[in-house]
């Protein structure tokens, strides 16, 4: 997992093309941005969302197998908490369509709290629980990057 501010993405263009052209368009993207899917380029696409944060994310941790996730609210604030992927459990079966497994009993557990110019970046080995509230749940609006690899 990495975190960090959008005034220091260029730091990440020596690191991959694609993580970059995607927190170019979070650089970019105005809180008006229409709900829904945006091509980015041929590996990278934006989906913006809106839903409530919540105290307790009930399908626990998820994680995917061929995509890296960037995740920014651009409106609101939302916890998300991480864990490495090794040695938990499967609560629901991966599925290939979506891309992703949710697993339960994290070995060890932190969380990051992005908006506000923060973003995060979850690798296949980052399990990772979004949607948790920081302080009480708030309609946020989400722009979740997904880099295929």
């Known amino acids: 997992m990495i975190a960090d501010s959008l005034k220091n993405i260029d730091i990440y263009k020596g690191v991959s093309e694609d993580i970059?052209?995607?927190?170019?368009?979070l650089r970019d993207a105005k809180p008006d941005i229409e709900l829904g899917e945006y091509p980015v380029n041929a590996n990278v696409k934006a989906l913006v969302s809106e839903y409530m944060t919540k105290e307790v994310f009930e399908r626990g941790y998820e994680a995917h197998r061929h995509v890296i996730d960037i995740q920014y609210p651009i409106i609101g604030l939302e916890r998300v908490k991480w864990s490495p992927l090794p040695g938990m459990s499967v609560n629901i079966?991966?599925?290939?369509?979506?891309?992703?497994?949710?697993?339960?009993?994290?070995?060890?557990?932190?969380?990051?709290?992005?908006?506000?110019?923060?973003f995060a970046i979850f690798f296949p080995e980052d399990a990772h629980s979004p949607q948790h509230c920081v302080v009480e749940p708030e309609m946020i609006k989400k722009i979740t990057i997904k880099v295929s690899i």
């Open 20 to 25: 970059y052209a995607g927190l170019v368009f």
């Open 93 to 118: 079966e991966y599925d290939e369509a979506k891309d992703r497994a949710f697993y339960l009993s994290p070995s060890q557990e932190t969380y990051v709290d992005i908006g506000n110019a923060i």
